[in-house]
């Protein structure tokens, strides 16, 4: 569970007097983490900033994610401050410190939060209830966006089930040597393969094309020529360092 450090149930009797209030640190949990699960709705707008690419999961098809690092536990995207330098930020990182668990036997999804946030406490911030013990305007709102993301990754299994199937996928591995010699290897993931892409059938094409896959699929590809972007950040950061 990424970013979470002590996930518990959401609760209107425990947390009724919690409120939240977004810490001076910003994204600071985020910023050991160098990559990031996306949905692919939001590939559209995220290949304008990142590399997209795949990883295989232990169970499952496996999940899009966007580098945010080329180096083990560093986030690029998080300045020293705890700030994000990108206009978007992917949904994984906006839930949190909420998240919402797949559904129970009664067929209702559980609401989780992480204790551990440092923005919870009961003095400043957005309420998470109002004094009847109903949601408050802002949880409703955080309810609304986990449902909707929720949705995304119902979407995004079919996605990468489709990847899957057509064989479209090819492990991947990126070097980057940087202006001042340090070499970086980074590995792990898959991209796909345009040219089994352009071998498939046209019953296939259809197929991806009537699930909205090859928009998402060519956003993936746009999104390699990210790669020159983010080796920059990093002899950015490797100068600060240097300079320290």
Partial sequence: ?????????LNRETHRQLRLKAPTDGHRFAADTNSIPL???????ACLEYV??????????????VMTGLRNEENLFVDAAGRWDASYI???????????QEQNE????????????????????????????????????????????????SATIGFMERLVKFELLTPNEIEVVTRNGQKVTMGGFSIVDEQRLAKLSDAQLVELARNGDLGWIYAHLISMNNMGKLSRMLEDRIALETSE
């Fill in 106 to 153: 009664e067929g209702s999804s559980l609401v989780l939060l992480d204790e551990g946030f440092p923005g919870f406490n009961t003095e400043e911030g957005e309420p998470l209830f109002a004094e009847d013990g109903k949601p408050a305007p802002f949880l409703e709102k955080t309810l609304s966006f986990l449902e909707d993301t929720t949705m995304h990754v």
């Fill in 90 to 100: 992917p949904s994984f990182v906006r839930r949190y410190p909420f998240l919402l």
């Fill in 52 to 65: 997209i690419v795949f990883v295989a999961g232990t169970e499952g098809p496996g999940m899009p994610t």
């Fill in 39 to 45: 949905t692919s709705p939001e590939f559209g707008v």
């Fill in 1 to 9: 569970m990424l970013f979470y450090q002590n996930p518990v149930l």
